[in-house]
């Protein structure tokens, strides 16, 4: 830690550490009150009321874990129902087949968790792979569910098939200690949950949900995050169903089903997805008025909740929890005081030993079919160079730019990053390497405020943490330079799609440096900006090149710019690099001149 | 060995007709009608209405497909034209209106599992063994079903939009095209297609208010196999619709219920483009 940091982290720590305890003090009030009505919960309520409430407790962990998924994550999934059966099964299949005494239970608990994070890792390595889409994970997280319910079917009396395990000695507690065993596991995940989506890792789900390329060109392993997250919540959701296989002491292949899977999704959604409190009201209010009204109304109840679900999809696609916090808002009138709007402590990181870059291009080509986009582009580019890639639209630039960052683009030829062969990695990688790239159009993660984008790309070489929120953010020095010198350092608790155009650009800019990149790529940096924020780029740049030693690759429309900042100009045409020289070379080559005012090569 | 042959015939000309309407609307709206299981539905009961009426069976297909694309005029308005944009809430409220539309069945004929008449009934023997002749008719109805699309497709001033619309909506909206026209009509047709395929299932198995749901799955699984071409859903229908009766004949009729849907995920994540073009 540099001097500069200690002063930071310690001068405004007070006022911030207070208004920690503060928070933490709340925190505990809030699980107080909870722990005291679920303690008191089986002397007040009828028996009915407690049964229902136990069964609704399990069903609201498993929603909880939908919301984490689909809420922070932005995977809709309909699989949970599955794992939380498979929890279950395995406790019915353990305690019917090999018998029921400790060892055998700590052995199901054990399958409970461990089958269904395995089967959630299988599932992830299907769903998530770099390029795969959110609806292809939606399509397997459909399919995963009907594939569980029919392979029960399918085991006869192993299974219990249609009919399910019935009759196999259980886990006894009386109906009070059962209320209070699911309501307290309830309070207990919902407060890890809470700590974990205030935390810097759920910044990082919702940074996938919101951009996932953009991050995976961070140089994070976006696949294995989501994969990660799905065997974890997977284990959790069958801890849920062992618990209620012995609650039940039955289980039935409806609960692994896909049916039960959209149940789930449907109280997330009516609850507010994206919030903790929506689903948990959601679940245990729609299940427990279900269990009243369904006998009173049937079919109408089932039809309401149908005509409502569709009227909140439609209308309000947060659901109701939103809703209701913006009326308690008004009503009290208090500011919105959340965790991403308190004061980020910005520091910077000590400057790394000075490296040598190199980007080595050597006989690149890419073609579509017959059409080639690229063909033999030989480049090589060290440090402290600003190179310009010039060259009218459709010349092959953005693609140069694509096959150098991600190693599966290009058709043939070989790109070396800092020495590395690049071979087929895909952008995390090639991230790892050293190599930072700014998209054309500012990628930049809308819900997350400025300082959680900056911290999001410094995740590749600082770990984010499960536990803590986001309070001191530590930048690189160059990273620094980019938000002092475009005032985005006062702006730190802004959410990021509230920026102006200027501004997104600048934060993208300064994410891609964040990464500690010895090279990087800029697909016009400056398009749609002012002159007056352009100069300050421009600026912003040279001193990079020249006090950071970084190698630049900036690709640019705007000749004016390109012969006030390079340091070396390529021209590409129709795919081939038809100049590679000074600035004055370019300036009075007749070549380019041709090309730009379209008078045929020369 | 004939009646196996016959069998993946027929059951990829039902799987085909009835993932039909779901493909339509997800190449032109680029969102997936789950409630589609739901028209399905919708049909059947329609048939079911039209006999116990005592009409005649034929009636219940073109009574069927108006039933469906009337209903389907009305939800879009109400449901299906807000969430435009929105793929995965478009999911979840179709979804919504399939469980609304399967309660009202439920309210006006009960949940009991009821049974149509046939339009046609016995076997026909072919090759020296028999086979149910509604099954065959199921085929000719299939051909009937898709030569008349190809031939709206191909041939109307709508088709012609609505090809337009797949290829490139801004661009269509740009030329004058009713893009929102084109939407609503491709949705009542699609709506009426899953109604009509509702209506020539009825015959082979029984009707009760939540029979769509299987075929939903397996038609959904179809169309995001075959991406949004009618070629590949044929095939896709042929190849994982014959893999299914293969595996219910030899091995397991409850295996063979999840073969389509299996298949279909493990041929995505090999091929993202499925059995259409890339």
């Known amino acids: ?602 | 060995m004939m009646t196996v042959t016959l069998d993946i015939v027929t059951t990829a000309v039902l799987l085909f007709v009835v993932a039909t309407g779901l493909l339509v609307i997800f190449g032109v709206l680029k969102i997936i009608n789950f409630a589609h299981g739901a028209f399905l539905t919708v049909g059947a009961y329609g048939a079911l209405v039209t006999t116990a009426f005592g009409l005649n069976p034929w009636l219940s297909f073109p009574l069927a497909f108006a039933a469906g694309a009337v209903v389907g005029l009305l939800v879009e308005r109400l449901v299906v034209r807000p969430l435009y944009g929105r793929p995965l809430d478009a999911i979840l409220a179709t979804w919504g209106l399939g469980i609304v539309i399967s309660q009202f069945i439920t309210l006006g004929f009960g949940r009991e599992i009821q049974f149509a008449q046939s339009p046609l009934s016995g076997t026909i023997s072919i090759l020296g063994e028999t086979y149910s002749a509604y099954r065959l008719i199921t085929l000719a109805i299939a051909v009937a079903v898709g030569l008349g699309f190809a031939a709206l497709i191909e041939g109307s001033r709508l088709g012609l939009s609505a090809r337009a619309v797949i290829m490139n909506e801004d661009l269509a909206r740009g030329l004058g095209i009713d893009t929102y026209r084109v939407r609503r009509m491709t949705f009542v047709v699609g709506c009426g297609l899953a109604a009509l395929a509702g209506a020539l299932i009825t015959p082979l198995s029984s009707v009760d208010p939540n029979m769509g749901v299987p075929w939903l799955i397996n038609a959904f699984m179809l169309v995001m196999v075959a991406g949004s071409s009618f070629l590949s859903l044929a095939l896709a229908a042929l190849i994982l619709g014959g893999a299914q009766v293969v595996v219910s004949s030899y091995f397991s009729p409850i295996l063979g219920g999840m073969t389509i849907v299996l298949l279909s995920a493990v041929v995505l994540r090999l091929r993202p483009a499925g059995f259409g073009r890339d």
Request: contains cysteine.
């Open chain 1, 1 to 602: 830690m540099t001097e500069e940091s200690t002063i930071a982290s310690v001068a405004p720590s007070t006022p911030s550490a207070r208004a920690g305890v503060e928070r933490l003090r709340r925190f505990a009030a809030v699980l107080g009150a909870l722990a005291i009505l679920v303690a008191a919960g089986p002397f007040v309520l009828d028996t009915y009321l407690v049964n229902t409430l136990i069964r609704a407790f399990h069903y609201a962990l498993v929603a909880l874990t939908v919301d984490i998924l689909w809420g922070y994550a932005g995977i809709l999934t309909f699989g949970q129902a599955a794992f939380f059966g498979i929890g279950a099964y395995a406790a019915a299949l353990v305690f019917t087949h090999i018998g029921f005494s400790p060892a055998t239970i700590a052995l199901a608990i054990a399958l409970a968790l461990a089958a269904p994070a395995f089967v959630g890792l299988l599932l992830g390595w299907l769903s998530f792979y770099p390029g795969s889409t959110p609806l292809y994970a939606s399509v397997v997280s459909l399919a995963f569910p009907i594939v569980v319910t029919q392979i029960i079917f399918s085991g006869g009396t192993f299974t219990g098939s249609s009919s399910g395990l019935v009759g196999y000695q259980v886990v006894d507690f009386p109906i009070e200690a059962w209320f209070w065993v699911a309501g307290g596991g309830l309070i207990v995940f919902g407060a890890l949950a809470y700590v974990f989506v205030k935390s810097e890792m759920a910044r990082v789900l919702v940074a996938i949900r919101d951009n996932e390329e953009r991050c995976s060109y961070l140089g994070i392993n976006t696949p294995r995050v989501k994969i990660l997250l799905t065997a974890a919540l997977a284990g959790i959701a069958g801890l849920a169903g062992f618990s209620y296989a012995n609650f039940s002491a039955v289980v039935a292949p409806e609960l692994t089903g896909f049916v039960f899977g959209t149940e789930l999704v449907i109280y997330v959604a009516l609850g507010g997805r994206g919030t903790l409190i929506g689903p948990l009201v959601g679940t245990i209010g729609i299940d427990v008025l279900s269990s009243y009204l369904s006998g009173d109304l049937p079919y109408v109840w089932k039809l309401i909740v149908g005509l409502i679900f569709i009227a909140v999809i439609v209308a309000l696609p947060n659901g109701i929890a939103p809703l209701v916090e913006a009326a308690w808002r008004r009503l009290v009138h208090t500011r919105r005081a959340t965790g991403s709007e308190r004061p980020v402590g910005l520091s910077s990181k000590p400057v790394a030993a000075v490296s040598t870059a190199t980007l080595e291009i050597v006989g690149v080509s890419k073609s579509f079919g017959s059409l080639k986009v690229l063909e033999g582009i030989n480049l090589t580019i060290v440090d402290g160079e600003l190179v310009s890639l010039v060259g009218p639209n459709g010349a092959g630039k953005t693609t140069l730019m694509r096959c150098v960052s991600d190693g599966r683009e290009r058709s043939s030829g070989l790109v070396r990053v800092n020495g590395q062969d690049i071979e087929i990695m895909p952008p995390f990688r090639i991230a790892s390497l050293g190599l930072g790239r700014k998209f054309q159009t500012a990628g930049i993660f809308e819900s997350l405020t400025v300082a959680e984008c900056l911290r999001i790309a410094c995740a590749l070489h600082d770990q984010p943490s499960f536990l803590r929120s986001l309070e001191q953010l530590a930048l690189p020095a160059a990273a620094r330079l980019v938000i002092d010198a475009t005032g985005l350092a006062e702006l730190l608790s802004r959410e990021a799609r509230f920026l102006s155009h200027g501004q997104k650009q600048a934060l993208e800019l300064a994410m891609v440096l964040a990464l500690e990149p010895q090279i990087i790529l800029l697909d016009e940096p400056t398009a749609g900006l002012t002159k007056a924020e352009r100069a300050r780029i421009g600026r912003v740049l040279i001193d990079l090149v020249a006090q950071h030693r970084l190698a630049v690759v900036l690709v640019e429309h705007d000749l004016d710019f390109v012969r006030e900042i390079s340091s070396r100009v390529v021209v590409l045409h129709q795919g081939k690099i038809v100049l590679d020289g000074t600035v004055a070379d370019v300036v009075g080559s007749q070549i380019v001149r041709n090309i730009y005012l379209g008078a045929g090569h020369a």
